[in-house]
């Protein structure tokens, strides 16, 4: 009894240990959301923007009314798009699913002429 009573107890500080393995992890989930938020500022923007340009160029036989109900449905897409980059759950899905309608709202419009 007296051997076991006089050795040193040695614990591990698990404080320290957590720590450094929970740092990682925050900066690259802090990074995904900057990036997310980013996409959806300036990928929502890009959408917006291309979407009103093709619906103002198609329905340009009124014009004013197609300006303002093209700048209507650019806001609306655009809160869509703010709220469904956050509600994804993979980033890859968010990226793709801006960027793609993005590249063909900008396609149609170059087709259609300017």
Known sequence: MDVAATSPVVTAN???KSKK????KLTAYRFM????????????YA???Y????????FSESQ????MSATMIGFLLQTAAF????????T?????????PAVLFYLAYQLLGK
């Open 51 to 58: 979407a009103a340009m093709l619906i103002a160029h198609y």
């Open 64 to 67: 004013s009314s197609a300006a």
């Open 83 to 90: 709220i469904w980059v956050f509600m994804v759950n993979k």
């Open 21 to 24: 393995k929970v740092q990682p």
């Open 92 to 100: 890859l899905k968010a990226t793709l699913g801006i960027l793609i």
């Open 47 to 49: 959408l917006a923007s």
């Open 14 to 16: 698990p404080a320290t």
């Open 33 to 44: 959301i900057f990036y997310r938020f980013m996409l959806a500022a300036f990928g929502g």
